[in-house]
């Protein structure tokens, strides 16, 4: 049996980026699924935030996503998942924060507003950031599948997992990745390729059935809590 068990739901884009890390890595790992509608009592001892993902590794317990992912990039080393040099290492860092602060709190409270002008202005900073990122990253002209160039790093599985749930901006309230965003594209489809993505994937309509609670404002949980603030 493995040292580390690792606490998910399928429904849930960070569990998924902490999953991407595992199965990128290979490493081995006991999965414990949480039922994010029933909890069960246990899990407040286990997740003090009382969200998945929560990585244990012996005696030691790690939560959020981009920490998890830093902790097994420094623990099993190989293949690395992010640059060895540290100015390249920073600027990895400094795209999962854009991530963190930029896109993924907009990608929750545009669906979770219910004022239409809040609203505009939430899928306005979407589209900025999508824009942002086509300039100054993946279509930047540095070359390579992935947002670092050829080998893919802790930036994709951190940006990934949302991107794949596109269809719930798209459904729940008509935001589209703009034409000239090529290069984003061609990303996403680069992802879809690798194996740990398929084995974490889901189709749009599985998404958008997903996110329905969060769309028509009766979203109760944590994150929903934390994101309405
Ligand atoms: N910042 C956290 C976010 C984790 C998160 O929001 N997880 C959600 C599922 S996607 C959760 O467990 N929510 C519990 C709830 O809503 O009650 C991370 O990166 O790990």
Not at 77 to 101: C, H, K, S, T, Y
Not at 104 to 120: E, G, H
Not at 158 to 175: D, F, K, S, T
Request: glycine share 6%; with cysteine; aromatic share 10%.
């Amino acid at each position: 049996m493995s040292d580390l068990q690792f606490y998910s739901a399928e429904v849930c884009p960070f569990a998924q980026r902490s999953l991407l890390a595992l199965m990128e890595k290979g490493i081995e790992y006991e999965h414990i699924e949480i039922d994010l509608r029933n909890k069960p009592e246990w899990f407040e001892k286990v997740s003090p935030y009382s969200k998945v993902p929560v990585l244990k590794h012996g005696e030691t317990r790690v939560y959020e996503s981009s920490i998890i992912n830093e902790y097994l990039e420094e623990v099993y080393r190989e293949p690395a998942l992010l640059p060895a040099d540290a100015g390249a290492r920073a600027q990895a860092r400094i795209w999962i924060d854009f991530d963190n602060v930029k896109f993924v709190p907009a990608f929750y409270k545009v669906l979770l507003a219910d004022d239409a002008a809040r609203r505009r202005e939430l899928a306005e900073t979407i589209v900025d950031g999508w824009r942002f990122v086509e300039r100054e990253a993946l279509g930047s002209g540095a070359g390579g599948n992935y947002w670092l160039g050829d080998e893919v790093s802790l930036v994709d599985l951190a940006v990934y997992p949302h991107m794949e749930r596109l269809a719930v901006l798209e459904a729940y309230r008509g935001i589209a990745l703009p034409r000239e965003c090529g290069a984003i594209r061609a990303w996403l489809e680069a992802m879809g390729e690798r194996q740990s993505v398929r084995r974490t994937a889901h189709d749009a309509d599985y998404h958008v059935k997903s996110y329905a609670r969060y769309a028509d404002g009766s979203a109760d949980g944590t994150t929903a809590r934390d994101m309405r603030m």
